[in-house]
Structure formats: C-alpha cells, structure tokens
C-alpha cells in the first residue's frame, strides 16, 4: 500500500521535479535511509552500471547454477515420492475398488476368459477331428486285417478238408475190413530193430550182423 | 510327511510354497480344477495340479481348493465366486506355464495389488515403526526412551540453554 502511494507519488512529481512538491518529502537523515522513503531526489535517475561478466566466470556460474537446480531437483522429486509412498503404505483406499469398478474389471476377466475358452474350444475341436480320422482309419485297417484273417483261416479248412477227403480213400471201412486183414495178416511187418557201436540200424529181430 | 522324502518334496519347501505366482481375488472363494490322469490333453493339468495347487493352497488360506480326478473328458478349472457366479476355465492341452499365466491373469491379484498389500501388512506388522496407522504414536511411549519434551522437560545435557550456557 505504502509502494503504490510511493509510485503515485514520484508520478506526480516527476513533471514538478525541481519545482515544489505537495508533501514536501524532506527528510534529514543521520544514518541509512529507511526502506519507506522513496528514492532520493539526487539518485532518482542514476542507473546503476551492470557488472561485467567475464566469459570463463559466466560458464562458471552457469555451470554451478545447473548443479544446484539438478540437486535440488532430485531432492525434491525423492521427497514428493517419499510422501507418495507413505500415503500407500498408510491408508488401502488406492487398492480398495467401488462396486462398480470391480464389476468392470469382472467383466474384463470374463471377456479374456472367453476369448482364451474359444480359442482353446477352436484347437479342441481340430484335435479331435483328427483323433476321429485316426480312430476311422484304425478301425477299418483292424476290420481288413480281421477279413484277410477269416479268409486264411478259411483257406486252410478247405485244404484240410481236401486232405482228408483224399486221404479217406485208404480208409479202412466195414467193407474192406476183412481184406485189409488179410493183407496185414500175409505181409507181417517187424519194427524191432538193433543199433551197434558205430550207430548202424539193424532192422528185424533174427537179422543177423552182415560182417561176422 | 517326513523331511525331503517322498515324491518332489521340493513342493513342501516354505520356499516353493511362497513363490506361488497365483493369489486369487478376494470374492474367489471355491477353486476347483477337473482333469484325468490319462490322455495327453491332460498332461498339462495334471502337471498344474502337481506342481502348482500346493502353491495355490498355501497362498489362498480361505479358498477351498478341490481336485476332481478322471470325471470329465477334458480338462477345466472352474472358480466359484462368493455372489454365486461362476467361471469356466478350459485348459484343454495347455501347457502347466500357459494355465498358471491365464488363471494370473483372470482370477488372480495384479502385482500392484500385491505389492500395495504387501506393504500395507509390512508397515503394520513392524513394531519397530511408529506414528499414524501404526501401534504406537511416538517412540516415548517406550520404556526406556526420551520422554517427549511436551511432557517432561528434555534433560539437561540435550538442551541448548544448558549446553551452550556460559561457564
């Protein structure tokens, strides 16, 4: 308030300078000037020179003022999350959802759930095609396996069958009994047999060695 | 079960136990998985249920954990939530890595969940610590520690009136 009347002050008086003023703002001083009195009339248009700055001193400075800021900087930015950390660790509200938020994130979960079920559901249904093309292709490999089967076994029915239908013409009937034997009874056969060092078989029980 | 006996007794480990990636949601209250012990489709299944529902188990107290052996044709896991929802999880052919992921994603905690969690429970648990939300106010009410200087007058050594007084 005192500053502004101050301004109004030397605007007023600017034009009337060297002439008298109003306030008749005289003031004898002993000592310093104190801070509420305006500027002297003897200094009121003194510009006061700026120091010259050599380059090397300008760098300096720079270079010391670029410090301070980056110390402080992080200083501050250390403590401000400090204040971060402290509020989180104080309160659960950051970590405490509303109704509604935790629906959302319900929902979230089921439409990732979903997409995870149809893709695994699109895998499945491939996987399982193919299971049924092996199992198709199994069964009808065994059924012809089975097929080729019967008919061997049939094969070798018929063979026997033949066999023994040939064979039958030997067979000794009712009919044929008493000629076959006789015909045992004329040609009798001796199995009896002998067998010496050297491992010769001598046939017949009254055959006789031929050397000795 | 005795000491590092049996099968994997790795799994029994306090370690293993509290390395379990998967922390269910709090409204997550039965966690059921289906799956046979035949079949290559379930190998994966059966691969989570051995490696990883004694982690589950152990970081989900309060959740009933249930396994269902060889009812299904293919495998699932099927969380009941405490509203009476419920979600379907197939894990048809999945490898053990890929279904622990998935179920992270869907029904588990989020890391900054866990980490927020974490350091909520560590700042209460330190009795060390004092100060707002904690079990003391202020270090004085210790046995044994300054008193606070609103209370009781600091002693003498520790005040600058006597420290810096003049002989």
């Known amino acids: ?212 | 079960m005795p000491f590092m006996k049996g099968r994997e007794p790795l799994r029994r480990t306090l370690k293993y136990l509290n390395a379990g990636k998967l922390v269910l949601k709090e409204r997550v209250r039965i966690f059921s998985v289906s799956y046979n012990t035949y079949g290559n489709h379930h190998a994966g299944a059966r691969d989570f249920v051995f490696w990883n529902v004694p982690q589950i188990q152990f970081r989900n107290p309060d959740v009933q954990v249930v396994t269902l052996k060889n009812m299904t044709p293919s495998p699932f896991v099927r969380c009941f939530f405490e509203d009476g929802r419920d979600m379907m999880i197939d894990i048809d052919s999945k490898s053990q890595e890929e279904i622990i992921e998935h179920l992270v994603n869907v029904v588990g905690k989020t890391r900054e969940e866990l980490v927020a969690e974490a350091r909520l429970a560590e700042s209460k648990d330190n009795p060390a610590n004092f100060g707002y939300s904690c079990e003391r106010h202020c270090i004085c009410e210790i046995a044994g520690q300054v008193y606070c200087p609103g209370t009781e007058p600091l002693p003498k050594e520790m005040r600058g009136k006597f420290k810096f007084a003049q002989k």
């Open chain 1, 1 to 212: 308030m005192l500053r502004a009347g101050c301004q109004l002050l030397t605007q007023s008086t600017v034009a009337a300078k060297t002439g008298s003023n109003n306030f008749a703002l005289e003031f004898v001083r002993w000592r310093r000037k104190p801070r509420w009195l305006p500027v002297a009339k003897s200094k009121l248009f003194r510009v006061p020179e700026r120091k010259k700055q050599s380059e090397e001193e300008r760098t300096e400075l720079m270079r010391l003022h670029n410090h301070y800021k980056t110390q402080l900087r992080s200083v501050r930015q250390y403590l401000r999350e400090e204040v971060v950390r402290q509020q989180e660790t104080s309160t659960a509200d950051h970590i405490v959802l509303t109704p509604e938020q935790e629906e959302a994130e319900f929902q979230r979960c089921v439409e990732v759930n979903n997409a995870w079920n149809a893709k695994i559901a699109k895998e499945r249904e491939v996987r399982l095609a193919k299971e049924r093309e092996e199992k198709v292709a199994y069964v009808q490999e065994r059924l012809e396996a089975g097929k080729l089967r019967e008919e061997e076994r049939r094969e070798r029915a018929n063979e026997r069958v033949r066999y023994e239908i040939e064979q039958s013409k030997t067979f000794i009937t009712r009919e044929n009994l008493d000629e076959a034997i006789e015909t045992a009874l004329a040609n009798p056969v001796d199995h009896n047999f002998a067998i010496d060092l050297a491992g010769n078989m001598i046939k017949g029980r009254s055959t006789q060695p031929q050397s000795n």
